[in-house]
């Protein structure tokens, strides 16, 4: 390998005009494009032939409904070491209309929990002119409309601190898990932004 030079290593064949790129990891990648749509895509380092290597594979997709112009790590927040969500990792993106967010990389068993909770608060909280949660973070371009799938709405899981007691109790009775349980991971949550 020269100094200096740059090399393919890998390719996503789904083309999209992309807008903003981060790297995650060594393996996973963030992008944001110009329909309003973040994804993921990982490089399948195990695969047994180099075709299969080359290629990157989309692991994750959402609309987010802003159109990102930068991706940069870090955080809008002060972490405490001691803390669950001291060692999560995030990623602050800006959108050309102003908008700052925040994206984490959750543990696994962390996202499967908000995932059944944001699942839960679907059922409960209905989205604006009736428009469906699923329906609104599909991703959507030219080429193809998908569920969105391995991003999770922060915004929608946070708003179960705003419900009322009862409202509570129904989510918390669905997971089997007591409010107060709840309440603290969903507040744990917050303190990422």
């Not at 200096?4 to 963030?30: F, H, K, P, Q, S």
């Not at 329909?35 to 609309?63: P, Q």
Request: some cysteine; proline content about 3%; overall charge negative.
């Amino acid at each position: 390998h020269e100094e200096g030079a740059i090399e393919e290593c890998a390719r996503d064949y789904g083309a999209n005009w992309m807008t903003a790129v981060e790297i995650l990891d060594d393996d996973i990648y963030l992008g944001a494009e110009n329909n309003f749509n973040i994804f993921t895509v990982r490089k399948n380092m195990d695969a047994a032939t180099d075709e299969e290597r080359s290629r990157l594979e989309v692991v994750g997709e959402y609309h987010l409904g802003e159109f990102v112009n930068r991706f940069r790590h870090g955080s809008l927040v002060m972490r405490m070491p001691d803390s669950d969500s001291g060692n999560i990792p995030t990623v602050i993106f800006a959108t050309i209309n102003g908008v700052i967010g925040v994206i984490a990389s959750l543990p696994h068993d962390q996202y499967l929990f908000l995932e059944k909770l944001q699942m839960n608060l679907n059922k409960v909280i209905k989205g604006v002119g009736g428009l469906s949660h699923e329906q609104w973070r599909s991703f959507c371009n030219e080429k193809k409309v998908s569920e969105p799938r391995n991003f999770l709405d922060g915004d929608l899981i946070e708003s179960f601190l705003d419900l009322n007691r009862n409202r509570m109790e129904e989510i918390s009775t669905a997971m089997a898990v007591p409010v107060e349980e709840l309440c603290r991971r969903v507040e744990e949550l917050t303190r990422l932004h």
